[in-house]
């Protein structure tokens, strides 16, 4: 039997392109996002939701940045695609829900709706990675979007915020709350719903 050949430490790492290093700050942005959060949660200090939403904005920046870099040093790779994916679900999916459930809506509806949207940017991110070769056409450049894109929940990470900075979370949210079956429902979860709704569809949106 031939000897193994031992493993270098840290050879994954050395995998990494600079496309990767700028996912990974994508979903550094999005775990400190959901740590804000939790700060805010047990200090009540709005400052720590502000702090939340910039993080996600400064995930967007992040995952813009990571695409152009991979095009301009033309070295896509399945590893960048599925870093950009788990990255994004921190960053778009479970930070959006987290801060929507912060700004009070903490109904047991609402945490369905949370889940359901978790669930469909999730299920937008696999559906893309699987069909990313086909919908380029043999180009090795995807020409549309099947469902809107998970990054587009910054919108309602955007909304919160301005929500935030008026004062309008918890008892003063926007829209109320209604009871079903002895159960809260805040409206203003819907457009959690619709956004997650979209990511879904076969609605073709045009990549730039």
Same mark, same amino acid.
């Given at each position: 039997?031939?000897?193994?050949?031992?493993?270098?430490?840290?050879?994954?790492?050395?995998?990494?392109?600079?496309?990767?290093?700028?996912?990974?700050?994508?979903?550094?942005?999005?775990?400190?996002?959901?740590?804000?959060? @939790?700060?805010?949660?047990?200090?009540?200090?709005?400052?720590?939701?502000?702090?939340?939403?910039?993080?996600?904005?400064?995930?967007?920046?992040?995952?813009?940045?990571?695409?152009?870099?991979?095009?301009?040093?033309?070295?896509? /790779?399945?590893?960048?695609?599925?870093?950009?994916? &788990?990255?994004?679900? +921190?960053?778009?999916?479970?930070?959006?829900?987290? +801060?929507?459930?912060?700004?009070? @809506?903490?109904?047991? #509806?609402?945490?369905?709706?949370?889940?359901?949207? +978790?669930?469909?940017?999730?299920?937008?991110?696999?559906? #893309?990675?699987?069909?990313?070769?086909?919908?380029?056409?043999? /180009?090795?450049?995807?020409? #549309?979007?099947?469902?809107?894109?998970?990054?587009?929940?910054?919108?309602?990470?955007?909304?919160?915020?301005?929500?935030?900075?008026?004062?309008?979370?918890?008892?003063?949210?926007?829209?109320?709350?209604?009871?079903?079956?002895?159960?809260?429902?805040?409206?203003?979860?819907?457009?959690?719903?619709?956004?997650?709704? &979209?990511?879904?569809?076969? &609605?073709? +949106?045009?990549?730039?």
């Amino acid at each position: 039997m031939l000897p193994t050949r031992p493993r270098k430490p840290f050879s994954m790492i050395r995998e990494f392109q600079l496309a990767d290093w700028f996912t990974l700050a994508n979903a550094a942005c999005g775990a400190g996002a959901l740590f804000s959060i @939790m700060s805010y949660l047990e200090l009540h200090d709005v400052n720590h939701l502000f702090f939340a939403c910039g993080l996600v904005l400064s995930a967007l920046v992040f995952d813009i940045f990571d695409g152009r870099i991979a095009r301009w040093q033309n070295k896509n /790779s399945v590893l960048g695609r599925e870093l950009d994916s &788990l990255a994004d679900v +921190i960053s778009f999916g479970v930070a959006p829900a987290i +801060i929507g459930y912060a700004c009070g @809506m903490v109904g047991i #509806y609402d945490r369905i709706v949370f889940v359901f949207f +978790i669930v469909c940017g999730v299920s937008r991110l696999a559906r #893309y990675n699987v069909t990313a070769e086909r919908l380029s056409d043999g /180009s090795g450049k995807v020409k #549309y979007f099947e469902g809107t894109p998970i990054p587009t929940s910054v919108f309602l990470v955007l909304l919160l915020a301005v929500a935030a900075w008026l004062g309008a979370v918890n008892q003063r949210l926007w829209f109320g709350e209604v009871s079903l079956l002895g159960y809260k429902l805040h409206p203003f979860v819907l457009l959690f719903a619709l956004s997650g709704s &979209l990511m879904i569809s076969r &609605l073709r +949106i045009p990549k730039p």
